[in-house]
């Protein structure tokens, strides 16, 4: 089985090629030759999802998986939400969106967050979505040079470290990503299989 994950994230991709079992051929927006940007300008974070999955199949013609990730704290109502990789701005910078969030939560006692990822399944006419979510909060500075994104400022539940400072073995058996892959994977293992 081929599929294709629209990414162009090299850091994503690696993520969930750990997750993905070896019999599934994954494949990336560029593997199949696919540079534009796909606008992603749904008002939620599935929204953006779905966009992206049916712009691979109907263009491509490939099945098709994309994901969309926001992380949403509790006392910004939210926020940055399904505008987190471009929250300090379009150049998409993470050391920016990081910069920003903290200066918001600097008066803010509860920095409780949680990340979010939607994957959407584009497969024939069909779209499957899948959720996964991982809580825990806001730390007050960046810890750890791992992972991407918001990862260094992030401490999930449970644990002393942020993303950033772990496995990533570890951070795709607890994180949102992960748990979403594990929903898909379920999904389509048991489809696959009738």
């Known amino acids: 089985?081929?599929?294709?994950?629209?990414?162009?994230?090299?850091?994503?991709?690696?993520?969930?090629?750990?997750?993905?079992?070896?019999h599934i051929v994954l494949k990336s927006l560029e593997d199949i030759g696919c540079y534009e940007d796909i606008v992603e300008?749904?008002?939620?974070?599935?929204?953006?999802a779905i966009l992206k999955a049916q712009y691979v199949k109907n263009k491509y013609g490939y099945d098709c998986f994309a994901d969309d990730t926001g992380l949403e704290v509790t006392s910004?109502?939210?926020e940055p939400g399904v505008f987190s990789?471009?929250?300090?701005?379009?150049?998409?910078?993470?050391?920016?969106?990081m910069n920003k969030l903290l200066i918001n939560l600097a008066t803010q006692t509860d920095r409780s967050a949680q990340f979010k990822t939607v994957i959407a399944f584009a497969k024939t006419d069909q779209i499957h979505t899948f959720e996964g979510v991982c809580k825990g909060h806001i730390t007050k500075e960046r810890q750890g040079d791992g992972g991407f994104g918001y990862d260094p400022i992030f401490r999930p539940e449970g644990y002393e470290a942020t993303f950033a400072q772990?496995?990533?073995?570890?951070?795709?058996?607890?994180?949102?990503?992960?748990?979403?892959?594990?929903?898909?994977?379920?999904?389509?293992?048991n489809t696959t299989s009738q």
């Open 1 to 22: 089985m081929t599929l294709v994950f629209a990414t162009n994230n090299p850091n994503k991709l690696k993520e969930v090629q750990a997750l993905i079992p070896s």
């Open 76 to 78: 910004l109502h939210d």
């Open 166 to 189: 772990m496995a990533l073995a570890l951070k795709g058996k607890i994180g949102h990503r992960g748990k979403a892959v594990s929903k898909f994977i379920a999904y389509i293992t």
């Open 41 to 48: 300008d749904a008002p939620t974070i599935e929204g953006n």
């Open 85 to 97: 990789a471009r929250y300090a701005g379009p150049q998409k910078n993470a050391s920016d969106n």
